[in-house]
């Protein structure tokens, strides 16, 4: 096992490594901007280092900066969490050539899944299902019309290179494809540095379905049942569930049991995600996420596995300390995702936290970084926690999440509580009735 592992991030996901690093023995090295010198972490780990100003690509995002606190601390592995370097091929190829370890898959498997295309191609080839479209990189507008009378309209023209719900456009018709086309190149080019787009079909009514995976990387794999993040604003995800109250116990084994294959014929290393839509029935491949997802809460509360233990161990060579076997479904998660918001029209409000009060009791978690007293910085996301909460059956579940959000307190800036109150009483959420659009439609309509 390493004997000191630097966390490269910051806010709840740094606090959730250093205490399973803590857990194994392991010394720990929190890096920060100057912004974050008060966080949680910084506080509880065994070392800290400043990386910089505020700006993330002047600290967080600051390669050079980074390896100068491994060298200076004598860490030996880096996790990334998520966000910031986390899917960054060459900053696992700057650690592979100074020895020090990532906590992560190889270069390799984060540069072709974290190419939309190349992706696409290989879960195809992995046996994975796809969305009907391109078989590559879209450039020419005759070429664009051809495949979209191909699959039929609507399509949806995303970025190669893009990531977090940016670089889509969804086209109706012919007469918006030129336009669209092209407007979507410009973006992509813009924000990824790539203006390569692809064209998929354009689902009407689709649920958002990702499947936990474990890989050793040496051809072994496992699958940690399924997560539904179907409840999006922006393509953000907002509320995320497991199990998904949307699959039957068939449906879901035989998908999680097609990703765990394709893991080990990728020959995977590390935790993962494979993201579907889902609808009619049928499984459509959209992308995979080679690292630590904010909501893996939910799956360990339903299979008691804790993901970065199972992280550290592979990333140090001693493998999965479980089998397919051993991943049992127990009950059901929810999580919230609580940010620095205004409920109603989503924008930031950072500030003092004047009074905090999380909830507890059983089956209530809260990951968090913050306390009372704490300033949240306006130079990053607005995300202040994530709440929690596990029960026997998803009725039970919905029952316990609006008890513990009624005990939740967060004073002095505005937050995104009042939401979850709303949602959790709604009819549609109650029964499970909803789609990756329900939100924004829901939203549209309170503020009417």
């Avoid at 002047?58 to 996790?79: P, R």
């Avoid at 809460?297 to 001693?318: C, F, H, K, Y």
């Avoid at 076997?325 to 924008?347: K, M, Q, S, W």
Wanted: aromatic fraction near 6%.
């Amino acid at each position: 096992m390493f004997n000191k592992v630097l966390i490269a991030n910051r806010g709840e996901i740094a606090l959730r490594i250093l205490r399973a690093c803590k857990e194994l023995g392991i010394q720990t090295v929190a890096v920060h901007s100057t912004a974050d010198a008060n966080a949680m972490h910084v506080k509880l780990a065994d070392e800290s280092v400043c990386i910089g100003p505020p700006a993330s690509r002047d600290s967080y995002l600051n390669i050079h900066e980074i390896m100068a606190a491994c060298e200076i601390t004598g860490a030996d592995a880096i996790h990334p969490g998520y966000g910031f370097l986390s899917e960054n091929a060459k900053f696992a190829d700057v650690l592979e050539a100074h020895n020090i370890t990532f906590i992560g898959p190889s270069a390799n498997h984060i540069r072709v899944m974290g190419d939309k295309i190349e992706a696409k191609k290989t879960a195809k080839n992995l046996g994975i299902p796809v969305v009907p479209g391109s078989d590559g990189e879209v450039r020419e507008n005759d070429e664009a019309m051809r495949v979209a009378s191909e699959i039929g309209y609507p399509v949806i023209i995303k970025a190669a290179a893009g990531g977090g719900g940016r670089g889509m456009r969804v086209v109706n018709n012919e007469k918006e494809m030129k336009q669209a086309l092209q407007t979507t190149r410009s973006e992509a080019g813009a924000a990824f540095g790539d203006d390569a787009v692809y064209i998929e079909k354009f689902l009407g009514k689709p649920r958002h379905i990702e499947i936990q995976v474990m890989g050793d990387g040496k051809g072994g794999g496992i699958h940690l049942w399924e997560r539904d993040c179907s409840l999006q604003r922006r393509h953000q995800k907002v509320w995320e569930e497991a199990v998904s109250p949307a699959l039957d116990d068939a449906a879901r084994k035989k998908i999680g049991d097609i990703c765990a294959k394709a893991i080990q014929g990728l020959g995977y290393s590390g935790a993962g995600t494979i993201e579907f839509l889902y609808e009619d029935g049928e499984f459509y491949f959209i992308e995979m996420n080679t690292r630590l997802q904010v909501e893996h809460p939910v799956t360990e509360m339903i299979t008691r596995i804790d993901l970065v233990n199972e992280q550290l161990r592979v990333a140090s060579g001693q493998g999965m300390s479980v089998t397919q076997d051993d991943v049992l479904l127990t009950g059901h998660a929810i999580e919230c995702r609580i940010n620095a918001e205004h409920p109603r029209t989503f924008v930031p409000s950072p500030g003092e936290i004047t009074y905090y009060h999380p909830p507890g009791g059983l089956g209530v978690r809260v990951d968090s970084g913050v306390y009372q007293g704490y300033k949240i910085p306006p130079h990053y996301d607005s995300l202040i926690g994530k709440l929690i909460v596990h029960a026997r059956t998803r009725e039970e579940c919905l029952m316990r999440l609006r008890r513990a959000l009624d005990e939740f307190v967060i004073e002095g800036v505005e937050t995104t509580l009042p939401l979850f109150r709303d949602l959790v009483t709604n009819d549609d959420m109650q029964t499970g009735d909803y789609d990756i659009h329900w939100l924004e439609k829901y939203l549209a309509e309170q503020n009417v």
